[in-house]
């Protein structure tokens, strides 16, 4: 888990918990894939460096929440870091926004940092999703 990409995430909850995960249609989406089975519209995101709070944008869970009401979808954010993975369900987690512009500006990059408003969701708050 600790160099996983979330192609590799992805791959590990398809096989072992969630078989009818296929990934959002387009790839700029604020979502990466999507369970028709259990509802869920999930975002993904793998750390390197295990932290016990999790950052999540603004704008993805926004959009997450408004687009899994249209559905009745269960929002999901799921985190891998080298410690384990974490599911949280969207709807159920209370995010204290903040601006920061210590995050880049994507993910891979790195580089430019940029303002953004996030949140820090505690680990606590999360469902451990075990590795067989």
């Known amino acids: 888990m600790k160099n ?6 992805f791959d590990f909850l398809k096989q072992k918990y969630i078989p009818d995960l296929v990934k959002a249609k387009n790839q700029m ?6 369970s028709p089975k259990y509802k869920m519209r999930i975002e993904l995101k793998c750390r ?13 869970y926004d959009a997450m929440i408004a687009e899994s009401a249209k ?3 269960i ?3 799921i985190n891998s870091t080298p410690k384990g993975i974490y599911f949280f369900d969207l709807s159920k987690v209370n995010p204290q926004w903040e601006v920061n512009s210590r995050n880049p500006s994507t ?26």
Not at 4 to 9: A, F, N, S, T, V
Not at 29 to 34: A, E, G, H
């Open 75 to 77: 929002p999901s954010y």
């Open 107 to 132: 993910t891979y990059w790195g580089g430019e940092r940029i303002e953004k408003e996030v949140a820090y969701l505690d680990i606590s708050q999360a469902k451990e999703i075990r590795v067989k």
């Open 48 to 60: 390197r460096t295990h932290y016990p709070t999790l950052l999540i944008e603004r704008k993805k």
């Open 29 to 34: 989406s604020r979502w990466d894939c999507y």
């Open 71 to 73: 559905h009745n979808d």
């Open 4 to 9: 996983w990409r979330e192609q590799d995430l």
